[in-house]
């Protein structure tokens, strides 16, 4: 038990600190570890898949001019409200993209709004798997986050979810 170490000063004369600076640190080592390669089909397309509230948005992104079809008709002619085409473009401005890729999307289910998120939130992670490098930016706005807030169902003995009938004492 002579070998004991009893103070941090020899810890210091116990261990050779010049070893460790060195040494790689563990976020070096992950970072290195993971490096994103770029997912695309034969076709040179990149997928994803976005959601937001019930809507469902199938997504591809492959070179292009920036045109953008959703459901077989043009941005402009499906989503008619300047809010949802900005919503849209949102991606593209973050990423720096603007009018190099075409977006093919098909939506469903939900109303409008929920519709441009999801297709927002596809074209997002389109971007991220199409050009890894992207995904700091997009990270970092917020895009690449599922937006889980969802209708909450209607209860039994209440007028809606939360809202009781009109009370009546007398």
Do not use: C
Not at 14 to 35: C, F, G, N, Q, R
């Amino acid at each position: 038990m002579a070998d004991e170490v009893k103070s941090l000063d020899d810890l210091k004369d116990v261990v050779d600190t010049s070893e460790l600076a060195e040494a790689p640190s563990a976020a070096e080592t992950v970072a290195a570890a993971i490096t994103r390669e770029p997912v695309r089909d034969a076709l040179g397309r990149a997928y994803a898949t976005g959601k937001r509230k019930d809507a469902v948005a199938r997504v591809w992104i492959k070179p292009g001019s920036g045109k953008v079809t959703v459901n077989g008709k043009e941005q402009n002619a499906y989503f008619a409200r300047p809010v949802l085409q900005m919503i849209l473009r949102q991606p593209f401005t973050v990423s720096g993209t603007e009018d190099q890729f075409d977006v093919m999307a098909t939506v469903k289910g939900g109303g409008l709004s929920g519709q441009a998120g999801a297709v927002k939130h596809g074209i997002s992670k389109a971007l991220q798997l199409y050009d890894p490098s992207l995904r700091g930016a997009l990270k970092a706005a917020g895009f690449l986050t599922r937006d889980s807030r969802v209708v909450e169902r209607k209860k039994y003995g209440k007028a809606k979810a939360r809202k009781s009938f009109q009370f009546s004492k007398r």
